[in-house]
């Protein structure tokens, strides 16, 4: 995966100018690179309508080769729904469509690509692709890959020609409910609260300021259990294989049976409704609450992992003896 990676980007770097790519390219050391956006505002980078069909083309090899097929597969959905999204403006009236061309934030090539460090020398590097309701971050140090924050979302949640981009993501999760007894289903499900904001791991570092609530993995039957590790894969899944199994590990040396889910909100399709997969490192939050259900945002965050955090710590404590817990 990370030599797909390096060729893919090493090819793209070629294909742009050179006002292109000092455009792209920052220093891996840059606080730039910890800049989740989960609005599509004051994005950086080149974007995709400012590139030849050439780089276009390495783009999309730098993608094939970071994501799976679901996660490719998502990608290009959500592009695809730009079109309903724009549609949707120009028919909320003449100040509507005004704003939606003079903000620039909607568009199938309104997508940015950003590069951190040199892919062709020894050490870290990595790069993010973000937009409208799309921001994946790939971290890459000793040939080992980092694939979170990982970020999708989907307006409208069904569209016109009846593609739902994150159906498993949600389908998954009412399936898991709905095997709840109405014991567990009391410790699983809490109030929907619709002025709670932003997510709990929307900042750019994850802290996460809350214990977790909900019923927790090590509380299930087997077949409850066997729900629940299915919808952890939609997550995975999104991600190269060798990425997922990678992360997978991480997930089950931390602990799986300490993961909690937690929902909020209607169990029917459709109406607002909100969960969590909340774990010693592991952080998921789907939340469809907002333009009346039509509007959803999935985030999977890892509190050690993010941006290749435990990567470089294991890079800095083998190659220049710095103990762990030391930035």
């Known amino acids: 995966t990370a030599g797909a990676m390096v060729a893919a980007m090493d090819a793209l770097r070629t294909s742009l100018s050179p006002a292109a790519l000092e455009e792209v390219q920052y220093r891996f050391e840059d606080d730039e690179r910890f800049d989740l956006r989960l609005a599509p505002f004051f994005l950086d980078g080149v974007p995709l309508r400012e590139m030849d069909d050439r780089s276009r083309t390495h783009v999309a090899a730098l993608l094939d080769a970071s994501l799976g097929p679901f996660g490719r597969g998502r990608v290009d959905a959500i592009r695809a729904l730009e079109d309903e999204v724009l549609q949707r403006q120009r028919d909320a009236g003449w100040h509507r469509a005004l704003w939606a061309r003079w903000s620039g934030i909607w568009g199938r090539d309104l997508y940015y690509l950003t590069l951190y460090g040199d892919p062709g020398s020894p050490g870290a590097w990595g790069y993010r692709f973000?937009?409208?309701?799309?921001?994946v971050n790939f971290t890459v140090v000793d040939g080992e890959v980092s694939g979170t924050p990982f970020f999708l979302g989907a307006e409208p949640r069904e569209s016109a020609a009846g593609i739902r981009v994150l159906e498993r993501e949600e389908d998954l999760a009412r399936a898991l409910l709905a095997s709840l007894e109405s014991s567990?289903?009391?410790?699983?499900?809490?109030?929907?609260?619709?002025d709670r904001g932003a997510f709990v791991?929307?900042?750019?570092?994850?802290?996460?300021?809350?214990?977790?609530?909900?019923?927790?993995?090590?509380?299930?039957?087997?077949?409850?259990?066997?729900?629940?590790?299915?919808?952890?894969?939609?997550?995975?899944?999104?991600?190269?294989a060798p990425v997922a199994a990678r992360e997978r590990a991480r997930i089950d040396a931390a602990g799986r049976g300490a993961i909690y889910f937690v929902w909020a909100g209607s169990d029917e399709p459709g109406r607002p409704m909100y969960y969590r997969l909340q774990g010693p490192t592991l952080l998921i939050e789907f939340d469809n609450t907002v333009d009346d259900a039509d509007h959803i945002h999935a985030l999977w965050r890892d509190a050690e992992g993010d941006f290749g955090h435990d990567l470089l710590t294991q890079h800095y404590a083998d190659a220049h003896g710095v103990p762990a817990g030391k930035d």
């Open 130 to 135: 973000d937009g409208h309701h799309l921001s």
């Open 201 to 240: 791991g929307s900042g750019s570092r994850l802290e996460v300021p809350i214990p977790p609530a909900g019923i927790a993995r090590g509380d299930l039957a087997v077949a409850q259990q066997e729900r629940f590790d299915e919808l952890l894969e939609a997550y995975l899944e999104n991600v190269a």
């Open 184 to 194: 567990q289903r009391g410790r699983a499900i809490l109030d929907l609260e619709p």
